[in-house]
T-cell receptor
């Protein structure tokens, strides 16, 4: 596609529910990033993939968060047993190659845990 | 660790006013610096960037100069328009390795006719 696509755009989950957020990066982009943006804050790094390899997951806030990119294209961020503090916008970004100084962001998925 | 500090908003300006949004950073090495913009209901877009000291990034009438001596990257525009209303994020990318971007908290700009 022309840009980074994320789905769903909005997700309401009951506390304790599991959710899966999808990111479709720009075709051919090697690098993929997930960020979490709390209300009124800047995005915070969660995890990074180079192709299918998850090279950095230091930003994942707990072991309830899990990300994968099994074929080096589409990525899924899964949150198990959601908590209210997980409510945020989850942004995905991709770049053509490692070390690029520009990443392209999707519109994000707004997760609300009630 | 790396950090970015930018002025708190919201900033409200009349159309054609001069805009400055301050941004300072802390980083090791020689980071690249960015301004991203987020229009209502849209994703983050790169507005401009500078990759080394004294570089000036510019786009759509916005400018920012990479000042290593003051660790700053202030965003300026000479004459804002209503369509510039958005949230602006200052960000940095550490030198070397992959691009783990560190963002500021964002400054909301509202331009009134």
């Amino acid at each position: 596609g022309a840009g980074v696509s994320q789905s769903p755009r909005y997700k309401v989950a009951k506390r304790g529910q599991d959710v899966a957020l999808r990111c479709d990066p720009i075709s051919g982009h090697v690098s993929l990033f997930w960020y979490q943006q709390a209300l009124g804050q800047g995005p915070e790094f969660l995890t990074y993939f180079q192709n299918e390899a998850q090279l950095d997951k230091s930003g994942l806030p707990s072991d309830r968060f899990f990300a994968e990119r099994p074929e080096g294209s589409v990525s899924t961020l899964k949150i198990q047993r959601t908590q209210q503090e997980d409510s945020a916008v989850y942004l995905c970004a991709s770049s053509l190659k490692t070390g690029d100084t520009e990443a392209f962001f999707g519109q994000g998925t707004r997760l609300t845990v009630v | 660790g790396n950090s970015v500090t930018q002025m708190e908003g919201p900033v409200t300006l009349s159309e054609e006013a001069f805009l400055t949004i301050n941004c300072t950073y802390t980083a090791t090495g020689y980071p690249s610096l960015f301004w991203y913009v987020q229009y209502p209901g849209e994703g983050l877009q790169l507005l401009l960037k500078a990759t080394k000291a004294d570089d000036k990034g510019s786009n759509k009438g916005f400018e920012a100069t990479y000042r290593k001596e003051t660790t700053s990257f202030h965003l300026e525009k000479g004459s804002v328009q209503v369509s510039d209303s958005a949230v602006y994020f200052c960000a940095l990318l550490s030198s070397g390795g992959y691009q783990k971007v560190t963002f500021g908290t964002g400054t909301k700009l509202q331009v009134i006719p």
